[in-house]
T-cell receptor
């Protein structure tokens, strides 16, 4: 079955870059996503990448996709204390039987940014 | 603010009871998804509705059911509640049933079963 894995914790200093990694198992994944969850809040879509792309950049965010290794990463440049949150990697696929469109999430990486 | 609303924000109930969680999707969104977030299982997809019809099922227990009404709001019904049902329940919406990508999440309902 499909599975998404992430490391649980990451701690960085303000101003440094953060890199959050994710591996997935479903080679038919069509889209891969990064969601952010702040304390007490719902999930906010940060960015997504289509599986035929290698990289996507959006302001301070850079997503890298290594399809061969099924590895996805999110780099946050100049990390700020406001970036402290849980970051979820997620995938979806056209091939999940009748479940097209629903998201399969990793367990989330808690990013702590120290001043 | 995603535009998705969920009520109530918190719910405390006892084992064996039945509760209903409500979700109003973003204006114009036809598809509604329900997810459960718990410490041990993480975020799991439960069920999806599109324009009033069930579209996909995930890891939803038989004690749970959902529906989407003509005005597109959705309700998730949880019955015979157990301690392990304590979790955050999120609703998300998207424009299409197979819009691969943009799901907008509500703030969640935190259910505590005592």
């Amino acid at each position: 079955g499909e599975d998404v894995e992430q490391s649980l914790f990451l701690s960085v200093r303000e101003g440094d870059s953060s890199v959050i990694n994710c591996t997935y198992t479903d080679s038919s994944s069509t889209y891969l996503y990064w969601y952010k969850q702040e304390p007490g809040a719902g999930l906010q879509l940060l960015t997504y990448i289509f599986s035929n792309m290698d990289m996507k950049q959006d302001q301070r965010l850079t997503v890298l996709l290594n399809k061969k290794d099924k590895h996805l990463s999110l780099r946050i440049a100049d990390t700020q204390t406001g970036d402290s949150a849980i970051y979820f990697c997620a995938e979806t696929s056209e091939n999940y039987g009748g479940s097209q469109g629903n998201l399969i999430f990793g367990k989330g990486t808690k990013l702590s940014v120290k001043p | 603010d995603s535009g998705v609303t969920q009520t109530p924000k918190h719910l405390i109930t006892a084992t064996g009871q039945r509760v209903t969680l409500r979700c109003s999707p973003r204006s114009g969104d036809l598809s509604v998804y329900w997810y459960q977030q718990s410490l041990d299982q993480g975020l799991q997809f439960l069920i999806q509705y599109y324009n009033g019809e069930e579209r996909a099922k995930g890891n939803i227990l038989e004690r749970f059911s959902a529906q989407q009404f003509p005005d597109l709001h959705s309700e998730l019904n949880l019955s015979s509640l157990e301690l392990g049902d304590s979790a955050l329940y999120f609703c998300a919406s998207s424009v299409e049933a197979r819009r691969l990508g943009e799901q907008f999440f509500g703030p969640g309902t935190r259910l505590t079963v005592l």
